[in-house]
């Protein structure tokens, strides 16, 4: 396998940091460029960031120097963990100019033509970006909330079709960016609300579950109700669900459909895939952020205390790690799935998959897109 460039995008923030941790052992995606604001732009990663990953900082990403988004960049593929005020028109602009942009922000992941994807779950979704407009790519993963939901869902939905869901979240501090809240707003407290996150939830599951129809995808048809808090945690979002089913199963078919489920990162082997999808607990007093986060590298989804429900037909707790798995890991999934289904070939992009003689070699400049 060949080496890829990549750059981060928004390299000094939460998800920027836990990209440069998770890449450094990457077998084929190689750090190459950095970009954050002008604050940041011109210095070198170490004197701009507040790094704040248990793993030291990797010594060559270190050293290098921070472009600002107005310089043209190299990198084949573009993880973007920019801030959402100016995610939304930069992504365009790198993926007009030849960058595969697999984007954490939200701005774009409702958009008609562009797959929200999370590949155990809708690998499919991603020939999406063979009807986009530009000659490269972009390819968003879900509100960090949205994917344990999903997750849990997906071999629900597959197996006794799902019809209604009550999703209560208590998220951690580390969800809300760095430094994110002061001590004095989050220690011994729950903040009753999270902007735009109960949405998020209740719009980005459906489009998950939908059904790619060509260039578009037609949700599911399944009501959801979200409630999400901010809780005293460092990382790791938990939720409560309580499902309903359209077919009666037993809760031990319920527990195998959940201990089974499988989709293309296992297929395909990809190299930051977890063996197990989701984890299923026994245990009551488990998954805790606290002691369960970091089961397969962060990239697993953990569910414990299922149970019948008195209202719907099932519930359970689902905790996930929220910049892993619900972030810089989704999106290197992501990425890793692209090379798999052969839309990337070293430093080569094709639309037209194993096809290197129709690719884009070289990002062109980086011209602004024409309105969309
Ligand atoms: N944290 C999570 O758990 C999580 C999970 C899923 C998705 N997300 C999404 O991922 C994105 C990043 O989140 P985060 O938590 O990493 O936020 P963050 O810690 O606040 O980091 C934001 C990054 O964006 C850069 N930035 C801000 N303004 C910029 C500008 N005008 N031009 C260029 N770069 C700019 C910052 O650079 P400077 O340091 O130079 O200011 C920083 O690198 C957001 O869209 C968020 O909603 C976050």
Same mark, same amino acid.
């Given at each position: 396998m060949e080496n890829i460039k990549v750059g981060v995008l928004g390299a000094t923030g939460a998800v920027g940091q836990k990209f440069i941790a998770l890449l450094?052992?990457?077998?084929?995606?190689?750090?190459h460029e950095l970009v954050a604001s002008e604050r940041s732009a011109g210095k070198p990663y170490r004197d701009a960031v507040s790094w704040v990953q248990s793993?030291?900082?990797?010594g060559p990403v270190g050293e290098t120097y921070i472009k600002s988004t107005a310089e043209p960049l190299e990198s084949t593929i573009l993880f973007s963990g920019l801030d959402s005020s100016i995610a939304g028109e930069l992504e365009e602009r790198y993926a007009a100019a030849g960058h595969v942009v697999i984007s954490n922000?939200?701005?774009?992941?409702?958009?008609?033509?562009v797959p929200l994807v999370i590949p155990e779950i809708?690998?499919?979704?991603?020939?999406?970006?063979?009807?986009?407009?530009?000659p490269g790519a972009l390819v968003t993963n879900p509100n960090c909330s949205t994917i344990f939901l999903a997750m849990a869902l997906a071999p629900l939905h597959r197996a006794f079709g799902v019809e209604a869901v009550q999703v209560s979240t208590m998220q951690a501090i580390s969800g809300a960016g760095?430094?994110?809240?002061?001590a004095t707003d989050i220690m011994g407290n729950v903040i009753p609300h999270i902007s735009g996150e109960e949405e998020k939830l209740e719009t980005e599951t459906l489009k998950i579950l939908g059904a790619r129809n060509g260039d578009r995808v037609l949700p599911a048809d399944i009501s959801i109700g979200a409630q999400c808090t901010r809780v005293a945690v460092i990382d790791g979002h938990t939720e409560t669900l309580s499902v309903k089913l359209a077919s009666r199963p037993e809760l031990a078919e319920v527990r195998a459909a959940l201990e089974d489920f499988r989709g293309y990162p296992q297929e395909a082997a990809? *190299?930051?895939? +977890?063996?197990?999808a989701l984890w299923v607990f026994?245990? *009551?007093?488990? +998954?805790q952020p606290a002691r369960?986060?970091?089961?397969?590298g962060g990239m697993s989804t953990l569910i414990g205390r299922l149970r019948s429900c008195p209202v719907f037909d099932v519930r359970m707790v689902v905790l996930g790690h929220n910049t892993i798995r619900g972030a810089a890991g989704a999106a290197i999934l992501n990425a890793e799935a692209l090379v798999a289904m052969g839309y990337l070939t070293g430093g080569c992009f094709s639309k037209?998959?194993?096809?290197r003689d129709a690719c884009v070699e070289t990002p062109a400049a980086a011209e602004p897109v024409a309105g969309r």
């Open positions: 450094q052992h990457h077998p084929y995606f190689r750090v793993s030291p900082l990797p922000s939200k701005n774009h992941r409702m958009d008609r033509d809708n690998a499919d979704h991603l020939k999406m970006i063979e009807h986009q407009p530009y760095y430094p994110g809240l002061s990809l *190299p930051s895939a +977890p063996q197990q026994d245990d *009551p007093n488990r +998954p369960d986060l970091m089961i397969e037209e998959p194993h096809r």
